[in-house]
């Protein structure tokens, strides 16, 4: 699936997605996801709590399951 980065600078076409502990990040960088393929990783987006990025990957799940071609953070 493609997805869009956080900052809207990068069109990512991702294999697979990962919610991480993103340490340093601060008050609202918390937690990230990182979108990948092959041996690349990129960081899709951060937030605040682990709760904030699985319901961010739950969205992500849900629109490869309606077979949306692309998908941009909600942030």
């Known amino acids: 699936m493609w997805v869009m980065s956080y900052d809207k600078k ?4 991702a294999e697979r997605f990962t919610v991480q502990k993103n340490i340093g ?37 849900d629109a490869i399951g309606e077979g949306k071609p692309c998908y941009t953070s909600a942030k």
């Open 25 to 61: 990040g601060g008050q609202d960088k918390k937690w990230a996801i990182s979108a990948g393929k092959r041996t690349l990783e990129y960081i899709f987006g951060y937030y605040p709590d682990e709760e904030s990025a699985k319901a961010e990957l739950k969205r992500i799940c």
């Open 10 to 13: 990068q069109l990512i076409d």
